[in-house]
């Protein structure tokens, strides 16, 4: 059903959804577009509408090829919409949905297309703040670029940044997806370009591996894993491209690289990976609902999200908007309280107790499912004692000379009666 979006577009059909509203295929004057109508929450919040207005400019100029470009931004009545260029593709979770894992040379010449990409925000002081595989479109109308790779496309700039306005998100509150989200964010800094690196290099991380080096079980523990873990490593990758994941994934923001730093680093390491395959990564073993937190991880875990809204869903990644009613079906929408800094001393010396090299979450795990065990198993042999007792019992009733045909009662003794 054909709707009028403004007074130039018209949208036709729905081509995706996300937490901040719908992306429809539609027409413009220049010909195809996708329009992303933002929610009616959002679209009624008068803060946003000002701040929509107030970036269009930012947003409209940022023009790359490694970029999603927005052609407009239309306030129209209780409509909110982003035309966007139309990308004749996939996402790259849909790929990494259907493939499990990438090749390093298809990996890393992704991830080299979207630093490109940010490097050129970056250079127009625009932070993206929500990269995320969700967030990297795969153009396969474009000519492949080395080893058959298809060319990406980082969007939904800025979205991040206009649902962030003040009086939505309060400076006790985090907004981001918990994969991906940089240790300054959670400590409470101000997000800058780093973050948006840190980001990708987890991007990078889960094409390779399959999964997100910090992701996996309860929110409260991916934040605090964010802050106080070591990336564990992954078997078989080569060394240039693990020195890289390693260095944007610093703790500290200033040693990470910036992005064309990253993409030229990137780029140097491809001929080396040419026919290299997936690697086979074990999964590290987190399982989401079972994983027991820490007493401070328990604390800082207080999601305030939708009823319902903090399963995991088809991906690792759950990004955190606030206050919303899903206008989609995925369960996308939470919002997170920022962890004091007293919480964040007593997650590190918890983690400090429990950490002690990559994979102890794992080993954790595996511990308690052994605890479990041990103990359904003394519960196993106390019931078979039991047993054996009772039919022991049941023999000796039945051939005793005072034995009458029923069971005797429990506590009735065999040592003669008086008289
Ligand atoms: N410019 C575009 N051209 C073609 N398809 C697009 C475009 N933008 C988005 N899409 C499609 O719409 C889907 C939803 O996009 P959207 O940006 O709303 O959500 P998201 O990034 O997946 O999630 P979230 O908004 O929760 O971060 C994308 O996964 C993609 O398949």
Redesign the pocket.
Known sequence: MARKIGSRYTVHQV?????????W?GEGPDGPV?V?LLREDLAADQVLVGRFVQERAALTSLDHPRV?GVRDMVVDGSDLALV????????L??RLERDGALPPQLAASVIADVADGLAAAHAAGIVHR?V?P??V?LDLSAAPGPGGAPRAKL??FG?ARLVDAPRRTRATRIIG?PDYLAPEIIEGLEPRAAVDIYALATVLYELLAGFTPFGGGHTGAVLRRHVTEQVPPIPGLPDGLWRIIAECLAKAPASRLRAAELAARLREQLPALAGLPVLAVPQQGRAPAEEQLTPGEAVYAEVDAAPGTHKRRRGPAV?L?PGVAPD?T?D?HTSLRRPSAHELASYAAESRAQRTTPGAAHRRDRQALLRRRRVLAVLLAVVLLLAGAAAAWTAFAATAPDAGPGPRPSGASSAPRAP
């Open positions: 081509i995706g959804r996300g937490s901040a509203g719908t992306v295929l996708a992303k999603v966007m260029e139309l990308v004749q593709g996939t996402d979770r849909s929500d995320k969700e967030n479109l969007t939904d979205v997806t990004p908007v989609s995925r996308t």
